[in-house]
């Protein structure tokens, strides 16, 4: 019954994209507009930390965990169908695979719901099991792709997919390394202060990610 609805749900990845991406970027406007943050490059979680922007970041964010949610099941769903033909990998595999993208779905549950200055503990740690896990995701997803060739993927679609992969993995481990070396929570930041070159450093990383 499941997958007779699924050539009607390619539009939710589509609108999980588009979503996340007015998410960031309108909270970012109101956050610059309102003189909270410097437009330079900021934390994605400073853009949601104070009001107004932090109501439309932590609403819109959290429908994001919702959509991406369901993309990742509906994702599980056609590899499981793809599978029962070809063979192409462990139904374990695709289990452990979503898990992780659900874990990845609660740490932006968590970033949406705690801001950065109110509860600077629980808000890192939810954006470290978001940003990790959704690396793991989408890598072990690209190792799928490849492994499901040449019959449901094409090897130019499996490339993009690991070169995104791999780009991720590698901004990854220095935004995590410059932000350890912060000493100070803060999201009014500017250039010379102690700390900001760890900052802004971290800060390009994330958003990369």
């Known amino acids: 019954m499941l ?32 003189g909270h943050v410097e437009p330079f490059v900021p934390y994605i979680s400073d853009t949601g930390t104070k ?77 470290l099991v978001a940003f990790g896990s959704g690396v793991v995701y989408i890598t072990l997803q690209s190792i799928i792709s490849y492994k499901s060739c040449p019959r449901w993927n094409t090897y130019f679609v499996c490339h993009i997919r690991m070169a995104i992969s791999v780009i991720s993995c590698i901004a990854f481990i220095p935004m995590i390394v410059f932000a350890s070396k912060i000493s100070m929570t803060k999201i009014d930041w500017t250039p010379g202060e102690k700390d900001y070159t760890y900052h802004f450093m971290s800060a390009i990383c994330e958003w990369t990610v």
């Open 51 to 127: 009001p107004p922007e932090s109501g439309v970041f932590g609403f819109m964010i959290n429908i994001s965990a919702l959509l991406a949610s369901i993309t990742m099941y509906i994702r599980y769903l056609l590899i499981e169908k793809q599978n029962e033909s070809s063979h192409f990998v462990r139904s374990s595999c695709n289990m452990f695979t979503l898990c992780v993208g659900l874990m990845g779905c609660t740490g932006m549950g968590i970033v949406a719901t705690f801001q950065e200055l109110a509860v600077p503990s629980v808000h890192d740690i939810g954006a």
């Open 3 to 34: 997958m007779c609805c699924m050539p009607g749900v390619a539009f939710v990845p589509a609108l999980l994209v588009c979503w996340s991406s007015a998410a960031f970027i309108i909270s970012y406007v109101i956050a610059v507009l309102a």
